[in-house]
């Protein structure tokens, strides 16, 4: 709602200047290779040039926290991805691998006060990952990128101060 009594914090969608890290798991790397390709084509179409996006790899989803660190603390970056796809199918572990990325994710931004997008499929079959990963229902890569955007841009407004 624009109301002109109010002072509004919004990011935009503008990602040139801004800095990336996309975390991507090797995991069903079948899936991650689209997301990968989603968000790196977001970042590039909203105007972030390719020389500012760095890559990750790394082998499974249970990795991202301790990787997401360890990126922040390099201060390089404006925001963080992390993609991946965890298969309930694959694995009688589904929950402790997806529950353990999510928690450690969310943990690790709030802690390095860095804006990391959670583009981590957690489904049920191999066909739900594929749908989100660019055949059917969008691509949460480029879902990802685009909250990793806003998000960087609020958070430098609300770091720079209310403007008049
Ligand atoms: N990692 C994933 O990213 N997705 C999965 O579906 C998955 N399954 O099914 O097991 C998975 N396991 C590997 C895990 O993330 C770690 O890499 C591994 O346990 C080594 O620490």
């Known amino acids: 709602m624009n109301d002109s009594k109010h002072h509004t914090f919004e990011g935009d969608l503008r990602a040139d200047g801004l800095r990336f890290a996309i975390i991507v798991s090797r995991f069903n790397s079948f899936i991650t290779d689209r997301l990968l390709a989603g968000a790196i084509d977001g970042i590039e179409r909203s105007g972030g040039k390719t020389a500012d996006i760095d890559v990750v790899r790394i082998p499974g ?11 922040a603390a390099r201060k390089e970056h404006d925001a963080i991805l992390c993609l991946g796809a965890v298969i309930r199918g694959d694995t009688p572990h589904f929950d402790y691998v997806a529950g353990n990325a999510a928690s450690g994710i969310a943990a690790a931004s709030a802690e390095t006060g860095i804006p990391v997008a959670f583009g981590v499929l957690t489904t049920n079959t191999v066909e739900q990952a594929m749908d989100r990963a660019g055949i059917k ?3 949460k890569g480029f879902d990802a990128a685009m909250t990793a ?3 960087a841009n609020l958070l430098r407004q609300l770091r720079a101060g209310k403007q008049s």
């Not at 989803?61 to 990126?71: D, G, N, S, Y």
């Open 137 to 139: 229902s969008g691509n």
């Open 61 to 71: 989803a249970w990795e991202f926290p301790i990787t997401v660190r360890a990126v």
């Open 149 to 151: 955007i806003e998000m």
